[in-house]
């Protein structure tokens, strides 16, 4: 597995992959770009070993973030594996990568989609998930939440700030220069969270908001959030970007937050769906794994 070193959302599924398929018996390794022997501090949870560098041999799986999708394309032997956690920062001129006989995954329904339409070879396109951590399935909720809808003003933007200038009367609060904890322990004690970004894959704070206990409001036409498969919430919680009204969304998290024990309920599949993402997750290695031959197999 090739990984960026860091701590970010991506990069986290990467860590996820090389721990599951090493719990099938699968030798799985992950090399960080650039070179580093140190698994980062928020993945050390996972059972993951670093090495320098892999042979370009036809018995090695490469599996890469499509981030990666050119060096990829500078292995002639490797068994390819390209994985799409991201759609619209990807490399979507997928003339060269068709050229290849390339095994395609993806982390969201929307990558899948795109991708089953523009690939030569859709009969190799599958999905590969990811979960979200365990600490925020397992946090004790507070008995009392604030009456406050939190955000990120990076992600929703323009629209974000829309947003707050027509709804004055509303708490909000902005997710910036937080630690991981903050996000935390933002999500536990707000009602609401909103996020009117892009969505290029199944993100990952819409989830843990959502089992931290928030309302989520997102957009309904952008990325992701147009499919119900990855945000699997009611449609009166997504709203148009094209069309926006920052008094509409204003008017459902005021609803949110008066109605908050009731709407809360609304959210009961999408939560029930990200406490299953793990088991999901698995059968989709071990399907993996079987189909590249990294199983090893008994008599």
């Known amino acids: 597995m090739l990984c960026p070193w860091g701590a970010t959302g991506g990069p986290e599924a990467l860590h996820q992959l090389v721990h599951v398929a090493r719990g099938l018996g699968v030798d799985a390794r992950i090399v960080y770009v650039p070179s580093n022997d140190v698994v980062p501090e928020p993945y050390r949870i996972y059972d993951v070993e670093p090495v320098p560098s892999f042979e370009d041999r036809d018995d090695v799986v490469l599996v890469v973030p499509e981030m990666f999708a050119q060096d990829l394309l500078g292995f002639r032997q490797v068994v390819p594996v390209l994985w799409w956690l991201s759609w619209d920062y990807g490399l979507t001129n997928l003339d060269a990568l068709n050229q290849r006989d390339i095994v395609h995954a993806s982390q969201s329904h929307y990558a899948f989609d795109m991708l089953r ?42 629209l974000g700030e829309q947003l707050v200038a027509a709804n004055p009367d509303i708490d909000f609060v902005r997710i910036e220069s937080m630690t991981p904890q903050q996000v935390k322990e933002t999500l536990r004690r707000v009602k609401v969270y909103v996020d009117l970004g892009q969505h290029p894959g199944k993100d990952r704070v819409p989830r843990e908001a959502a089992v931290s206990g928030c309302c989520v409001i997102t957009s ?30 204003g008017d459902a998290i005021r609803d949110c937050m008066l109605e908050y024990d009731r709407r809360s309920h609304d959210f009961a599949l999408y939560r029930a769906v990200i406490c299953g993402e793990r088991l999901t997750f698995e059968e989709e290695v071990y399907r993996l794994m079987r189909e590249l031959g990294c199983l090893a197999t008994t008599g």
């Open 117 to 158: 339409r523009r690939l030569r070879r859709p009969r190799q396109l599958t999905m590969l998930s990811d979960f979200t951590r365990e600490e925020f399935l397992t946090a004790d909720r507070p008995l009392r939440r604030q009456d406050a809808a939190a955000f990120f003003p990076r992600k929703s933007g323009e």
């Open 220 to 249: 309904s036409d952008r990325g992701a959030s147009q499919y119900f498969e990855d945000i699997p919430i009611p449609r009166q919680y997504k709203f148009s970007t094209s069309d926006f009204s920052a008094r509409h969304v």
